[in-house]
T-cell receptor, first 111, second 113 residues
Framework: RKEVEQDPGPFNVPEGATVAFNCTYS??????FFWYRQDCRKEPKLLMS???SGNEDGRFTAQLNRASQYISLLIRDSKLSDSATYLC????????????FGQGTELSVKP | DARVTQTPRHKVTEMGQEVTMRCQPI?????VFWYRQTMMQGLELLAY????????DSGMPKDRFSAEMPDATLATLKIQPSEPRDSAVYFC???????????FGPGTRLTVL
């Protein structure tokens, strides 16, 4: 079983739709949580960190449930430019900043 | 605009040849990571360094891969001899001392024929 598991996707949605991605992690020593975005043939880039209280950045909302070891990302009013692969990422406590990446969920927003 | 740079961006080579990939981390960043990305396995951590010292290289096949950081501005990943299964995109990332954020370079797309 992978340490970080995500919805397999792909998600194909129309512009303006709301879409949610889910992620579960298996290591209870996980310390920090992130969503990265990766465009086709490009490098991953940090989208947002995920905090226990939940956090929002414009149209993006991230939630963390430590008890269930579950992370989510909600995108509202999706744009064509949101089309990308979204990577769920976990940092393990006391492993020197090592990040564990999920396989990614591909999102395609159509006109 | 500080960024991680990697060279070469693309490399096509034949099986058995040596491949060296280079990375220049963001100035002032003290942690450098090497990742490999394939369709099948996704993004995998190969090795990482802090203050130029290797912290973890458990993700790296030791028989053919080696990673070094000869100075604070250069990290290298070498494959010798290369095999077709090494074909992948190799990313370098760097991070500073007080932030969780890793900044990725553009990657080296390696094809071993």
């Amino acid at each position: 079983r992978k340490e970080v598991e995500q919805d397999p996707g792909p998600f194909n949605v129309p512009e303006g739709a709301t879409v949610a991605f889910n992620c579960t992690y298996s290591n209870s020593a996980s310390q920090s949580f992130f969503w990265y975005r990766q465009d086709c043939r490009k490098e991953p880039k940090l989208l947002m960190s995920v905090y226990s209280s939940g956090n929002e950045d414009g149209r993006f909302t991230a939630q963390l449930n430590r008890a269930s070891q579950y992370i989510s990302l909600l995108i509202r009013d999706s744009k064509l430019s949101d089309s990308a692969t979204y990577l769920c990422v976990v940092k393990i406590y006391n492993q020197g900043g090592k990040l564990i990446f999920g396989q990614g969920t591909e999102l395609s927003v159509k006109p | 605009d500080a960024r991680v740079t990697q060279t070469p961006r693309h490399k096509v080579t034949e099986m058995g040849q040596e491949v060296t990939m280079r990375c220049q981390p963001i100035l002032g960043h003290n942690t450098v990571f090497w990742y490999r990305q394939t369709m099948m396995q996704g993004l995998e951590l190969l090795a990482y360094f802090r203050n130029r010292a290797p912290l973890d290289d458990s993700g790296m096949p030791k028989d053919r891969f080696s990673a070094e950081m000869p100075d604070a501005t250069l990290a290298t990943l070498k494959i010798q001899p290369s095999e077709p299964r090494d074909s992948a995109v190799y990313f370098c990332a760097s991070a500073g001392l007080v932030t969780d954020t890793q900044y990725f370079g553009p990657g080296t797309r390696l094809t071993v024929l």
